[in-house]
């Protein structure tokens, strides 16, 4: 079999929703005709780690890895010291001060991102891998974005074909806040490089590979293609769906960040709780992921301490299974990220739970729309989120919601996604 070579900061024993990608396409990449191999950074750098990740990676598979010398890392694991500390001492003091000076100095100097410093470690580790391994193409995903310029660096060495894979725009689109109009440009100028020496550029919407086309007008139109994320069913298999109690429960799963329009929704749930005492016994609200830089939301000032949860990161596999047992999952995109889907969407699809989606039009919205997968209310309308949530509860009540069922869900099955990059694998090798 041809082998292709996956350049991806991360990737397990990391954990979070970026590994999730690269990973699912490692892991049936090989039922299409394609070894693959892999180039990654050392286990101990990445702040989240989950190692249920981990038994996705086929044994076979080769997985090199390297140092890398950013401050970030080393920033993070100070932060969380700092956050998680009981007492607080000179020496954590001092390292907090530290961590937030190296975040600051790579914020300024390290473009497009902290991870340039593992760029000149994955170069090096790429070219000896691709003559021993006998490497015929290259793939790169993003973020961070530097792991472009390495995939571009190894294709002008080695004369190999390279795929560049966007998780998230780069510079267009509205997703990103830049820190100055010098940056952005200079950010621009690399995506341009990048987008010059790729043989095929990948996007995960198709608003995306629509900006690209319309960004760069130079080149082919089909040079820029649609995969989206997804759902591997295989992580669905054997999760216990056993319920501990029969309230009604609503389940967010994924990074909480702090921008997320959350507001609306907890004020409508305190008015329904506090008018409808039966829903305030009855109604569980679980946040499942990591908090991102809050060390807890002001959930207290509505009163809603009784019937919210916040279980921090979990394990993929506990993910899951908060999923499956519950009645109703919760979206919200605000107004940057309407466009993009969220990686977890899928998985809700998969879960067959009505979706509550708190956004404004967009694709995220539209797509839940098309599948019948839920309701969209904006998340601006408190009335309209309170009405939303009454209806669903009273459903529940009444035995009445039931799954959602829809075959065209399949399409963003992994396997299936995967067979499709393996397809454009094998076009652009062969040309």
Not at 117 to 140: H, R
Not at 211 to 216: I, K, P, S, V
Request: net charge positive.
């Amino acid at each position: 079999m041809k082998k292709a070579l996956f350049i991806a900061y991360y990737f397990p024993p990391c954990g979070g929703g970026g590994v999730q990608r690269t990973l699912k396409f490692v892991k049936y990449i090989s039922s299409f005709g394609w070894t693959p191999v892999v180039i990654t950074v050392k286990e101990n750098v990445h702040i989240l780690e989950d190692e249920s990740h981990s038994k996705d990676v086929p044994s076979q598979v080769k997985v090199y890895r390297t140092w890398t010398f950013e401050p970030g890392s080393k920033a993070k694991r100070f932060r969380v010291k700092f956050r998680n500390a009981t007492a607080i001492n000179p020496i954590t003091i001092i390292k907090s001060l530290i961590a937030k000076t190296l975040n600051l100095l790579s914020a300024i100097f390290l473009v497009p991102d902290a991870q340039i410093l593992w760029a000149p470690f994955a170069i090096l580790k790429g070219i000896s891998v691709i003559k021993n391994e006998k490497i015929d193409i290259l793939y790169t995903t993003g973020n961070p974005f530097s792991t472009y310029l390495t995939g571009v660096f190894l294709k002008l060495i080695l004369s190999k074909p390279l795929i560049v894979d966007f998780r998230d725009p780069w510079v267009t689109g509205e997703y990103r806040v830049w820190e100055s109009k010098f940056r952005k440009k200079i950010e621009g100028i690399l995506e341009k490089f990048v987008i010059k020496y790729a043989d095929k550029v990948i996007s995960t919407t198709e608003l995306m590979t629509m900006d690209f086309t319309n960004t760069y007008p130079n080149e082919p139109a089909d040079k820029f293609i649609t995969i989206t994320n997804g759902f591997d069913s295989d992580d669905f298999k054997g999760i216990s769906t056993r319920r501990i109690d029969k309230k009604f429960t609503i389940t967010y799963a994924g990074i909480i960040y702090e921008y997320l329009p959350m507001e609306n929704f907890l004020r409508a749930l305190k008015e329904l709780v506090v008018e409808n005492t039966e829903m305030a016994g009855n109604t569980r609200v679980i946040f499942v992921g990591e908090t991102k830089e809050l060390r807890e939301y002001p959930i207290e000032q509505f009163g809603l301490a009784s019937i919210i949860e916040f279980t921090g990161y979990q394990p993929h596999t506990k993910s899951v299974e908060y999923l499956l047992n519950s009645d109703v999952l919760l979206l919200f995109r605000d107004a940057r990220t309407k466009n993009l889907y969220p990686g977890k969407m899928f998985e809700y699809f998969f879960a067959k739970k009505p979706i509550l989606g708190l956004m404004e039009k967009g694709l995220a919205s539209d797509l839940i729309n098309k599948l019948n997968a839920g309701i969209i209310i904006s998340p601006k309308d408190i009335l309209a989120i309170k009405s939303g949530v009454y209806n669903l509860y009273q459903q529940y009540k009444e035995g009445k919601l039931s799954d959602i069922n829809n075959p065209t869900t399949q399409n963003f099955n992994r396997k299936n996604l995967t067979e499709k990059l393996a397809g454009l694998f094998d076009k652009v090798s062969a040309s």
